[in-house]
């Protein structure tokens, strides 16, 4: 069986002739396997949906109990057949219940990797290399440029400023799944304590993650009555970014904003942003991890997709490496 | 270098001037000499050193990395000096965080003590011993890029702040003072007594005046004052001392280099307090031949300021001249204690010896009563005027901004009715507000419909009316740029501004053909329809 037999591009999502399913589609179809709840993988309007059941519980979250017709736990590691095609889900790395798709028939292995992060990371099971003959891989942070230094150290960055400026808040923006908790769960390693304040559209997730066993310690809600006691001097407030552009955040006086993203790595983006503190944290790999991800799965082709899908296709051509870029739409970078 | 570096980081994405000095301050005071004096010469890019090309650096990382990659990554970051900073690979054998950093010391003095062909190999080896951070601090610092925000001003400031002295010392002492500044860091933290200051021809701190405000008038004795014009140039002290020469601003930079046609003329010993002005030849004939230079405008000035090099046919066509107004040292006599009376006949006598074509003296204005003074600044007899000083006749020259002794009295600002544009959202504080306004006047007839932006401004506003006009923004967006807003403005709908500025100039920068200088917002016309704004061509009007 060729690759492009078993798994293809079409406008819907990435498709599986043989099994008649679609890997995180982007528009409403039959049959769903989805790798991770962030919103541009993980859609309403499907009528059958198989993931993880952490990444089931967050659509639910998100969507609403109803989010699609069936619903069905890929539990990790679990092989499962699907009209004839063996599937496998296994740890990605990139938020709670995030999973790598493995596709095999006739021979012929594929593993959509969806988003990974192969670093250690407090909130979520850790990315797992599955040995396959074509591996799908994010492209996101896919330049040289990109090298995601040591998560603890940005944390440090960030208490140390909350040292320096005791009488304002700082403000971090962090997306709402899993980047947030992140951030927190880091903060408490870091040993943090105080009483962290999150915008009312954390809250559910923050819950949740609590009730899958990661402790988030004391949480409070950024309201306006805490606002007005004078609360949120030398406090630490996570909320989307979003919110920071938006008028929830006149409540903080003199605010340092912060922002926990990949992409702080550039200046000029966290200067057009108006960051002050920009904190280098991605839940991607960068790009010294998808060449050693790579490197270790020793796939015979590469399939790159969305992000800098070029820079990494040629990496592969200097090493040998089949590859080529797979064009998915729909599909955001992180965060923006 | 890494505390540095962070230093750098924070300095750059950091809005708020106390928010930089803070960050300063505490640099000062957690790192040791001669680091800190390092740091602060790079700042106020007093340092010189040997300077590395972008060129080379970019043949050393490409020695490193697949140049394809290169290029790719340079492409999508767009500055040169950010993508040789991540791209830059970490050698296997010195793992990242491994704590051989180079000191700013250790970069100062080997770079210097190298020969061209050596520098290569040094900047190399520190590129790989630095992290990311450290990688950009150094070739911001060895390219001499250092533009990070923060005048030479500010980092004086913040001296003063973390010495709690007051500024104009600081001033009065840096141009004696030699890089890493010990004896400046020793004084600060109280080790010692204040450096005497022996340079030549020092920057003596400089006496400003505080505005007019409504009905100081009414409490002043006109028989106190002397009137003179204020003169639309920039402040500057022109010190002769010791066969030293030299022309400060008024917050002590030395600008010397950027007027050598004035410095040449600087033939005098003493220190003088005046305004810089360049002109253009005019007809009339000085007594010796010469053409007399006329001034010129704020438009003409900008030719000569700001740069690095200043060519041959610029000094020539916009000479530098200085309409004084005051006299500090009388050759070996400092006369700054003597009442202004005294100074004014002095600087008369000072003045007298030298080139007619470079110095003049500010006339006095001759008044009686306060009404005339009314009428002098609502007519000033010269566009170049900005207004009026108003100095007592016994004040000695005190630096910084008392009180009292001198008043300044702007002329109106020029005043038009402009349609909002575009909007911006703010920094800091004002992250969430749209805060930085595009306005725009109709070209031609408003009944075409075509406004064409004219200016910015930022302030001008109450909080309260900034909330109302983000509430607008909002509201009428018709298309978003990034940070940037664009405002429903047509015949119908619009926000009309009325900007107040204090002149305007022609340039062929801006699509209009004229840039207005310091505007701001002076009232909301939210009664005012979009079709009443000015035009373009009632804007012409106001050039000079």
């Known amino acids: 069986m060729r690759p492009e037999d078993l798994l293809q591009p079409r406008p819907e999502g990435l498709y599986c002739p043989p099994g008649d399913f679609y890997i995180d589609p982007v528009r409403p179809v039959e049959r769903a396997l989805v790798t991770h709840g962030h919103a541009d993988h993980a859609r309403p309007g499907n009528v059958r949906v198989l993931a993880t059941a952490q990444t089931l519980d967050i659509m639910a979250i998100r969507y609403g109990a109803d989010f699609a017709k069936e619903r069905q736990v890929a539990a990790l590691g679990e092989a499962l057949t699907i009209n004839g095609v063996d599937v496998s889900f296994h740890p990605a790395g990139h938020v709670l219940g995030s999973a790598q798709i493995a596709v095999a028939k006739d021979g012929m292995k594929i593993v959509a990797s969806g988003d990974y992060k192969p670093r250690p990371d407090p909130t979520c099971a850790a990315f797992e290399p599955i040995a396959c003959d074509v591996f799908i891989t994010e492209a996101t942070f896919a330049l040289p440029v990109f090298r995601h230094p040591d998560d603890r150290a940005e944390i440090q960055k960030l208490l140390r400023s909350l040292r320096q400026f005791p009488d304002r808040a700082h403000l971090v923006g962090a997306y709402a799944l899993g980047k947030a908790q992140r951030v927190i769960r880091l903060l408490r390693d870091e040993g943090h304590e105080d009483t962290i304040y999150i915008h009312g559209a954390l809250k559910t997730l923050c819950d949740y993650y609590e009730s899958q066993g990661i402790a988030l310690g004391p949480l409070a809600p950024a309201t306006v009555d805490n606002a007005s006691k004078g609360a949120f001097a030398a406090a630490i407030v996570v909320g989307p970014p979003s919110a920071f552009a938006d008028r929830w955040a006149r409540r903080f006086p003199d605010p340092v904003s912060c922002f926990a993203s990949g992409w702080m790595r550039v200046r000029q983006r966290a200067k057009q942003r108006g960051v002050e503190l920009p904190l280098i944290l991605s839940d991607h790999a960068d790009w010294d991890e998808l060449v050693d991800t790579i490197t270790t799965i020793a796939p015979s082709e590469v399939w790159v997709t969305h992000g800098r899908e070029e820079a990494l296709v040629r990496w592969c051509e200097t090493k040998g490496i089949r590859a080529r870029p797979l064009h998915l739409i729909g599909y955001e970078d992180e965060a923006e | 270098m890494k505390r540095f570096a962070e230093l750098l980081d924070r300095l750059v994405l950091t809005p708020s001037r106390n928010g930089k000095l803070k960050l300063m301050v505490d640099y000062f005071n957690e790192v040791p000499d001669p680091e800190r004096g390092l740091a602060l010469a790079a700042i106020t890019r007093d340092l010189s050193i040997a300077s590395i090309k972008p060129a080379m650096l970019r043949g050393l990382v490409e020695e490193r990395v697949d140049p394809v990659l290169f290029a790719l990554s340079y492409d999508y970051l767009g500055d040169l ?464």
Do not use: C
């Not at chain 2, 003590?113 to 911001?140: H, M, N």
């Not at chain 2, 005497?196 to 006496?207: H, Q």
């Not at chain 2, 064409?452 to 740029?481: C, H, M, S």
């Not at chain 2, 701001?520 to 804007?539: F, H, N, Q, V």
């Open chain 2, 81 to 544: 000096a950010e993508t040789i900073a991540l791209i830059w690979p970490v050698g296997e054998d010195r793992p990242q965080g491994a704590n051989d950093a180079p000191t700013l010391l250790e970069v100062v003095e080997t770079l210097h003590a190298a020969t061209r062909a050596k520098a290569p190999a040094l900047v190399a080896d520190w590129l790989d011993r630095l992290d990311a951070s450290g990688r950009y601090a150094l070739i911001k610092l060895v390219t001499g890029g250092m533009r990070i925000g923060v005048s030479a001003r500010l980092a004086k400031q913040a001296l003063a702040d973390f010495g709690k002295v007051d500024v104009t010392a600081i001033e009065e002492l840096w141009h004696g003072l030699d890089i890493p500044y010990l004896p400046l860091f020793a004084w600060l933290e109280g080790h010692t007594d204040k450096p005497a200051n022996l340079a030549a021809a020092p920057f003596r701190p400089v006496m400003l005046a505080t505005a007019i405000e409504d009905g100081d008038l009414d409490k002043l004795d006109p028989a106190d004052y002397a009137a003179e014009w204020k003169w639309d140039g920039i402040r500057v002290q022109a010190t002769a001392e010791g066969g030293v020469r030299r022309l400060y601003t008024r917050t002590g930079d030395d600008i010397s280099a950027t007027f050598p046609d004035l410095m040449e003329h600087l033939n005098f010993e003493g220190s003088m307090d005046g305004e810089l002005l360049v002109g253009h030849r005019s007809g009339d004939l000085l007594d010796d031949g010469r053409q007399r230079i006329e001034i010129g405008s704020f438009g003409d000035l900008q030719q000569r300021l700001n740069r690095k090099i200043v060519s041959a046919k610029t000094i020539e066509s916009y000479p530098a001249f200085i309409r004084a107004y005051d006299l500090m040292q009388d050759g070996d006599r400092d006369v700054r204690a003597e009442p202004f009376r005294e100074r004014r006949r002095r600087l008369e006598r000072f003045v007298q010896h030298l080139d007619p074509e470079r110095f003049d003296i500010s006339p006095l204005v001759p008044f009686d009563d306060w009404s005339q003074i009314v009428d002098f600044r609502s007519e000033p007899p010269h566009p170049i005027i900005e207004g009026l000083m108003l100095k007592r006749w016994d004040s000695a020259y005190v630096p910084g901004r008392p009180r009292g002794p001198w008043f300044k009295w702007k002329r109106e600002p020029f005043l038009i009715d402009a349609v909002l544009m575009y909007a911006q959202r703010g920094h800091g504080k004002r992250s969430s507000f749209y805060s930085d306004y595009t306005f725009g006047v109709w070209k031609g007839v408003p009944e075409d419909g075509e406004l064409v932006p004219v200016g910015k401004a930022y302030f001008g506003f109450t909080d309260e009316e900034l909330k109302q006009i983000d509430k607008y923004v909002r509201d009428n967006t018709v298309e978003r740029f990034g940070p940037v807003r664009s405002v429903r403005a047509n015949l119908k709908t619009g926000l009309v501004l009325e900007i107040a500025f204090e002149g305007l100039n022609r340039s062929a920068r801006h699509k209009s053909g004229v840039a207005m200088r310091f505007p701001r917002i002076s009232r909301l016309r939210w009664d005012k329809p979009a079709r009443e704004a000015d035009t373009l061509e009632t804007l012409e009007k106001m050039l000079p």
